[in-house]
C-alpha cells in the first residue's frame, strides 16, 4: 500500500493493521490533539512518544505496511533477530499478561516440507525439556498461511555475537558457559534428544550471564520418527549440521549418532569462545568436513597462552575424533569444567543489537535470489557489522528515543575494573564530530614517528591504511582504532594475525594514554594523550626538583651538623 502523508491516512492504516480498533483509534487521536491535517509522521512520532506504539510498528506503517503487525492475536512490538526459517518478534501474548518471541516462518518457506519438519522438531524439543539453561517453548500453531513458534523471551546477547563483538572470553567465563549448556545437554541427552546443531549462534547470554539452547530445528529425537524421516529426505540424511562445529561422525551419518556428537560440537563451539577462530578455517565446506574428519584441532593454549592447559586438554577430549575418546556424557563435561567455572555478568545494549540483526535481515533479504556466498570460516568480524549508523537499517532507528518502549540497554554502567578488557562492554556511539585534538599515534620501530589521529575511524595495517606499520605478522587492515566520542575504541579485523593490547591479545577494548599495539613482530604503536604527556612531565619535573632540594637540604644539614660537632 501507498505510504501515508496526512494523520488521517496514518489512522486508517493503524486500524487495519489489527493494532487497534476504530473506536480507540478515534480516542487517541482526541486525547493527543492530533489533527487529521497533520502530517503522517508527526503523527507517528507523537504515538511513540506517548508509548501507544514502538518505533518499529510507526515505521512500518509509515511505509504504508500494515499486514503482518497482529499474527492471530500476538501483537508484533519489535524485531528480535532473523533464522533460517524467517523472522523472530518480540510480541504481546493475547492470552497471558507477557510478552514472548514470535519465531514466524517466511513465505518462502511455508510449502517447503524441510522447514516445517525443522519447526515441529524445535518445538517438540522446546515443549519436551523443562531447564534454566534452555529456552522454553510454549506452542506451535498456524494461521493457515502463517506458520509461527510461541517461545520464552530471552532478552540476551549470542554466543557469536558477543565473541565478534568483544573478542575472546576470559577461560573463566567461557568454561561457566560451557559447564551450563553441558548441564542442558545432559538433560536432553536422557530425554533421548540431540541437538545435532550446537554452535555459538546457539546461545543465548544473559546479563547475568545464564546462557540458553536454542533452535533444536536439527534435533535427533527418540520418538518423533516421521519429522526425521521428512527432514533426512529434503535435506539428505548424510550431514546435517554446521561444517565448523559439525563432529566427524555426524558428517558422514547424522543418523547414526549419539550424545557424543554433542559433547564434540559444544568443544569447537568453546574453541571458538576461547579463541575467536574456529578450529579448522578451510575455505570450502567440503575441506572443513574434511578436517574434521581427520585433522587435530590445536589445542587452545597455543593460540592464547594465558589459558590454563587443564582447560586446553579438556576441549582436546571433546574433540576427539574417536567418540570412544571422548568424555562420555554430558555429565562428565560438567565436571571437568567445575572447578575452573565462574560466573560473570556480561554487559551489552540490547536495543543495538536488535539494530544490528536488522541490518543482517536487510542484507539477508537482499541476497535473495543470488548465489550465496560461502560461509566464512573464522567468527564473524566485528567491523563487518558494527561500523555502520543505524539509519540505513531495514528498520530504521529514527523513532528509538531514550522514553520509547524500544528496548533499552539490559547492564549498568561498566565499572573502572573492566575498562580495557576483552569483556568490556560495546559502546556503539555514532561520533559526527572530528577526532579530539591532542591525540597522536607513536609508530613504534627501527624509525619512531608520530602522527596526529585527525579521524574518528583509522585502520592499521600493511596496507593502504590511515596508519601504515611495516610489520610481516599483520594483515593489510589487522585492527581499527575508533573514536565514540568519549573514548578511543580498539577492534580487531584481523583472522590471521592477533593483536595484542600492553601484551595481551584483545577483540576489543577501550585505549588509553599510552596503551601500546603490538603484532608479534618489531613493531607496534603507542597511543599518546599530549595534553597528558605534558601534564606528566611537569609532574615528573616538579617531583625531580623536589627530590633534588630535599638532597640539598639534607646535605646542608649534615654538613652544618659535622661542622657543629
Known amino acids: 500500500m501507498q505510504a501515508p502523508t496526512a494523520a488521517s491516512d496514518f489512522f486508517d492504516l493503524l486500524e487495519k493493521s489489527g493494532l487497534v480498533t476504530e473506536e480507540r483509534a478515534q480516542r487517541i487521536q482526541e486525547k493527543l490533539q492530533i489533527s487529521s491535517d497533520a502530517s503522517a509522521e508527526a503523527a507517528a512520532r507523537t504515538l511513540v512518544r506517548e508509548r501507544v506504539l514502538t518505533p518499529f510498528q510507526a515505521e512500518r506503517l509509515l511505509e504504508g505496511r500494515y499486514r503482518g503487525l497482529v499474527i492471530d492475536g500476538y501483537r508484533i512490538r519489535e524485531v528480535l533477530g532473523f533464522g533460517g526459517m524467517g523472522c523472530v518478534f518480540i510480541a504481546e501474548d493475547p492470552n497471558v499478561e507477557r510478552k514472548v518471541a514470535l519465531k514466524v516462518m517466511s513465505a518462502e518457506h511455508a510449502l517447503d516440507a524441510g522447514m516445517l519438519a525443522r519447526m515441529k522438531l524445535e518445538a517438540a524439543a522446546g515443549m519436551k525439556l523443562d531447564h534454566p539453561n534452555i529456552i522454553k517453548t510454549y506452542r506451535l500453531d498456524s494461521t493457515g498461511a502463517v506458520h509461527y513458534l510461541v517461545m520464552e523471551l530471552v532478552r540476551g546477547i549470542s554466543l557469536h555475537e558477543l565473541v565478534a563483538l568483544n573478542g575472546p572470553l576470559k577461560p573463566s567465563m567461557a568454561c561457566d558457559v560451557g559447564m551450563q549448556i553441558a548441564e542442558a545437554l545432559d538433560v536432553a541427552h536422557r530425554n533421548g534428544i540431540i541437538h545435532r546443531d550446537i554452535k555459538p549462534a546457539n546461545f543465548l547470554i544473559e546479563p547475568n550471564g545464564v546462557a540458553r539452547i536454542l533452535d533444536f530445528g536439527l534435533a535427533m529425537i527418540s520418538d ?47 574453541f571458538v569462545a576461547l579463541t575467536a577462530h574456529v578450529p579448522f578455517p578451510e575455505k570450502s565446506n567440503k575441506a572443513k568436513l574434511e578436517a574434521q574428519r581427520s585433522k587435530k584441532p590445536r589445542n587452545v593454549c597455543e593460540l592464547r597462552p594465558e589459558i590454563p592447559p587443564e582447560i586446553g586438554a579438556i576441549i582436546l577430549k571433546m574433540m576427539e575424533k574417536d567418540p570412544a575418546r571422548r568424555y562420555q556424557t554430558a555429565a562428565e563435561v560438567v565436571e571437568a569444567f567445575r572447578p575452573f567455572a565462574k560466573r560473570k555478568n556480561v554487559q551489552f545494549d540490547f536495543r543495538e543489537l536488535i539494530t544490528l540483526r536488522a541490518k543482517q535481515a536487510k542484507a539477508k533479504a537482499e541476497a535473495t535470489g543470488r548465489k550465496a556466498a560461502a560461509p566464512k570460516s573464522s567468527i564473524t568480524s566485528a567491523s563487518g557489522w558494527i561500523a555502520t549508523d543505524g539509519h540505513d537499517l531495514g528498520v530504521t532507528d529514527s523513532f528509538a528515543q531514550a522514553d520509547t518502549p524500544a528496548i533499552r540497554s539490559n547492564s549498568p554502567e561498566p565499572s573502572k575494573s573492566d575498562r580495557g578488557s576483552s569483556t568490556a562492554p560495546l559502546r556503539r556511539v555514532v561520533h559526527k564530530g572530528p577526532a579530539p585534538a591532542g591525540w597522536r599515534i607513536e609508530v613504534l620501530g627501527k624509525k619512531k614517528h608520530r602522527q596526529p589521529l585527525v579521524k574518528t575511524k583509522n585502520a592499521v595495517g600493511t596496507g593502504a591504511s590511515d596508519i601504515r606499520i611495516q610489520e610481516e605478522k599483520a594483515d593489510s587492515v589487522q585492527c581499527w582504532i575508533e573514536y565514540d566520542g568519549q573514548n578511543w575504541q580498539f577492534r580487531q579485523e584481523s583472522r590471521k594475525f ?68
Open 224 to 270: 518423533v520418527s516421521d519429522d526425521e524421516f521428512s527432514l533426512s529426505m529434503v535435506f539428505g540424511h548424510d550431514c546435517l549440521g554446521t561444517p565448523d562445529y559439525i563432529s566427524p561422525e555426524q558428517s558422514l551419518d547424522s543418523r547414526n549418532i549419539d550424545a557424543r556428537a554433542d559433547i564434540y560440537s559444544l568443544g569447537a563451539t568453546l
Open 498 to 565: 592477533p593483536t595484542y593490547v600492553n601484551g595481551q591479545p584483545e577483540g576489543y577494548c577501550i585505549l588509553q594514554h599510552g596503551s601500546v599495539l603490538t603484532f608479534g613482530g618489531k613493531t607496534g604503536i603507542r597511543i599518546v594523550n599530549v595534553a597528558e604527556e605534558q601534564r606528566r612531565k611537569k609532574l615528573m619535573s616538579r617531583l625531580l626538583i623536589a627530590i633534588i632540594t630535599l638532597a640539598v637540604l639534607a646535605g646542608a644539614g649534615w654538613w652544618a651538623a659535622k661542622t657543629f660537632l
